[in-house]
């Protein structure tokens, strides 16, 4: 039988991994979250990101570079989650009059619409991922995790 003392050993030596296994885990549990959400409007959770960063804009273009930079996965095509946002009537993407190899890419009225729809839904699904923690805890947790990415 292990003592106390062997146990705390145990748990200090596999600490990062045990850290990191519950970042990843966390982080997949909020994009579920997130993503059953959205299931409604038929977008996903990398389409979404991409109409809010266009709404923010307030009707200012935003290029393909730019939008890719703002993703929370690195991973995602930006060029393809464009396309489908397009052919859904949800942005535009012209050719710059002033430089013709630049994309403007907007937001239109039809994304405006869906996006005031989501809006209040998704904020409901943030309270609730975040609903267990205080405002003390979320300010901390949110330090930890700047920390550990800078």
Known sequence: MSSNNEKEK??????PLTTINNLLS???WVYEKSAEQLKQY?????QYN??????????EPANLNTIQNSMTSKMSN????????RLKGLLTREQSIEN???????????GLLLFAQ?????MKT???????????DLVTLNKLLNKLRS
């Not at 038929?42 to 990398?46: D, F, K, R």
């Not at 943030?126 to 003390?136: A, D, F, G, H, N």
């Open 126 to 136: 943030e309270k609730e991922i975040v609903s267990k923690l205080t405002k003390r």
């Open 10 to 15: 145990s748990v200090e030596h596999n600490l």
């Open 78 to 85: 930006t060029t393809r989650l464009v396309e489908k946002l």
């Open 26 to 28: 966390t982080g997949n």
């Open 118 to 122: 989501m809006e209040s839904a998704q």
């Open 100 to 110: 013709r190899r630049k994309v403007e890419i907007k937001i239109t009225d039809k």
């Open 42 to 46: 038929a977008l996903s959770v990398e």
């Open 50 to 59: 991409v109409l809010l960063l266009l709404k923010k804009l307030n009707g």
